[in-house]
């Protein structure tokens, strides 16, 4: 997908048909808009994630962060997941940011945080795009997140424990 660097003013009435009660009118808005193809909607469409109740919006917006390829989008999405109202979205966020394949490592400090902090399905999707980034990091940046980790393990839920031990092998050098 081509989405440009095109940063327009978003247009009113795609706005309105984003937000509308009518679901069908919603998917039909998230297809113009993959086909538009440019960062406008961004936030927009993260906030509808965290929003929705209904679950084909859910995948289909998923799926749509999934298939940007525009490096535009990273620095969007990275703020996306530190915001507040956006945490019941994080998990289908990280998901669609390991989809895309698109280079995060630069933020790899946030996922490690996430991985502490969030519940054990933000912890594993966190840990999918640890794995993902770590071949874009030099030994000196994966041992400082390795600490950064070791730093945060006695917060983790013991649900989350043998996952915390995988990374910290993950992230040896």
């Not at 961004?42 to 962060?65: A, G, V």
């Not at 998901?95 to 996430?114: P, R, V």
């Not at 795009?129 to 730093?151: C, G, P």
Request: hydrophobic share 40%; charged share 25%; net charge negative.
């Amino acid at each position: 997908m081509n989405q440009g660097n095109q940063q327009k003013k978003p247009d009113p009435q795609i706005l309105k048909d984003l937000w509308s009660a009518d679901d069908m009118l919603v998917l039909k808005t998230l297809h113009k808009l993959r086909t538009a193809g440019n960062l406008t909607y961004m936030t927009d469409l993260l906030n509808l994630l965290s929003q929705t109740r209904n679950e084909l919006i859910e995948k289909e917006l998923i799926r749509f962060l999934a298939d940007i390829k525009e490096r535009g989008v990273i620095p969007i999405v990275a703020a996306g997941l530190k915001e507040p109202g956006l945490k019941s979205a994080r998990a289908g966020i990280l998901s669609a940011i390991w989809q895309s394949g698109l280079d995060y490592s630069q933020y790899m400090h946030l996922f490690i945080q996430l991985f502490l902090e969030g519940d054990y399905l933000v912890a594993l999707e966190s840990f999918t795009v640890i794995e993902q980034s770590i071949e874009h990091l030099s030994d000196q940046e994966i041992e400082e997140e390795r600490k950064n980790l070791l730093n945060g393990l006695d917060s983790v839920s013991e649900d989350k424990k043998p996952l915390a031990r995988e990374l910290v092998n993950l992230l040896q050098i």
